[in-house]
């Protein structure tokens, strides 16, 4: 580490010899005693030293010098180090000199000539002292600062994860409250009917309030699986078992399993990833993703619409698309689709109603797998949802 400097400035070459052998016999081991012998000179001097990273505590200035007096000098010093402790030494007292000294370049003391050597040597070592106090004060407060940033920072993100934790409390309440009880009352308003009106019922309204029950079950119980799967998710519980999978054969079962409901609205549903494209990944998690996508699709979807699954390869990764021409989502929306902490809930085309929990499952899904989920959407032109998967481990 480089020695700090005291530098002393003065035009006679005999005052900066006595300044350097007095100073150098008590601060010699810890300080370089550097010596200009013009204002100058001494600006550009320390300049390069303040360059170099070398701490200049103490400045010793005469004040009438050629070219630049001495309270000028310590001015230009001043504004290169305002933390360098600046000493005027003269022997003609000038009252203007000094008060321009202590104006504009605060001016720690100020020694008449001739000097006393203990006067000046405890001087010196009383502005080190004090140089060294503003350092360490200067440190101290940039840790703080720092530290409160750290804090701050650290502040926000756990108020950030507070909203989020009770917005999922909400939604989880919220689903529990109403999305899950609603279902039940019309399960349990359907086979009130049917018990109490039986023989009064004919066949064929019999078989359609039976199929609605059916459906109604159905819808029922994909609510209560997304909801125990999330709730998994949230507490940590869910574990990845990442496997060799293969995508097109997962995407016809869930297909098969959503055709009721496709064909109850005339909705074409393609399947274009062939089977034997295989990826990386938990087999039932990413199946949930699907069912999730394609459900959403076809609750979205106007009759007689159409939905297509797709996929690209490249860079290691398949890029799923489910797209449809459906309704589509306003840009307001868009940026909600995915947050917990936000309140989206739709009614598809149909009426049907929904929670907003299956996208946000999807995106907890895919990020646990090694990927990441997109949309684009434009209204009244259809969605698509991109997502992507690792091919190998």
Not at 20 to 36: A, P, V
Not at 129 to 140: D, P
Not at 208 to 224: A, H, P, Y
Not at 295 to 323: A, D, L
Request: hydrophobic share 40%; net charge negative.
């Amino acid at each position: 580490m480089k020695k700090r400097v005291i530098l002393c400035i003065d035009d006679e070459e005999i005052i900066l010899q006595a300044l350097e052998e007095q100073l150098k016999n008590i601060f010699g081991k810890e300080y370089e005693i550097e010596t200009s012998d013009s204002g100058d000179d001494a600006i550009e001097f320390f300049r390069e030293l303040t360059e170099e990273g070398i701490h200049v505590p103490v400045v010793i200035s005469d004040y009438i010098m050629p070219g630049k007096k001495g309270d000028e000098v310590l001015k230009e010093i001043h504004q290169l180090s305002p933390g360098s402790l600046k000493i005027l030494l003269t022997g003609h007292a000038d009252f203007d000199g000094i008060s321009n000294a202590i104006n504009n370049a605060q001016l720690y003391r100020y020694i008449a000539k001739p000097w006393d050597k203990d006067d000046l040597v405890l001087t010196v070592k009383e502005a080190i002292k004090s140089f060294l106090q503003e350092a360490k004060i200067r440190k101290q407060n940039k840790e703080l600062i720092k530290l409160n940033a750290s804090l701050e920072e650290k502040v926000k993100e756990r108020t950030k994860e507070l909203s989020v934790a009770n917005a999922s409390k909400d939604k989880f309440f919220s689903i529990i409250a109403h999305d899950l009880r609603s279902p039940f009352n019309a399960l349990f308003g359907l086979t009130d009917f049917l018990i109490g009106s039986w023989e009064e019922i004919d066949e064929e309204t019999k078989l359609e309030l039976i199929t609605d029950l059916q459906n109604s079950s159905k819808v029922t119980f994909n609510l209560l699986q997304n909801l125990l799967e999330w709730s998994r998710s949230q507490t940590g519980k869910i574990i990845v078992e990442a496997v060799e999978s293969d995508a097109g054969q997962i995407i016809n079962e869930n297909i098969a399993v959503l055709r009721k409901q496709a064909d109850h609205k005339q909705i074409t549903v393609a399947n274009n990833v062939p089977d034997g494209t295989l990826f990386f990944g938990d087999k039932n998690m990413i199946s949930t993703v699907f069912r999730n996508l394609i459900s959403n699709s076809v609750k979205f979807t106007n009759i007689g619409g159409e939905i297509e699954i797709s996929v690209n390869s490249q860079n290691g990764y398949h890029e799923f698309c489910v797209s449809d021409n459906g309704i589509g989502m306003d840009e307001d929306t868009l940026n909600k689709l995915f947050l917990i902490t936000e309140k989206v809930k739709r009614s598809g085309t149909a009426n049907e109603e929904g929670t907003g929990l299956g996208l946000i499952l999807c995106k907890e899904f895919v990020e646990k797998n090694g990927g990441s989920i997109r949309v684009e959407s434009s209204r009244d032109v259809g969605s698509k949802f991109f997502f992507t998967l690792p091919v190998k481990a």
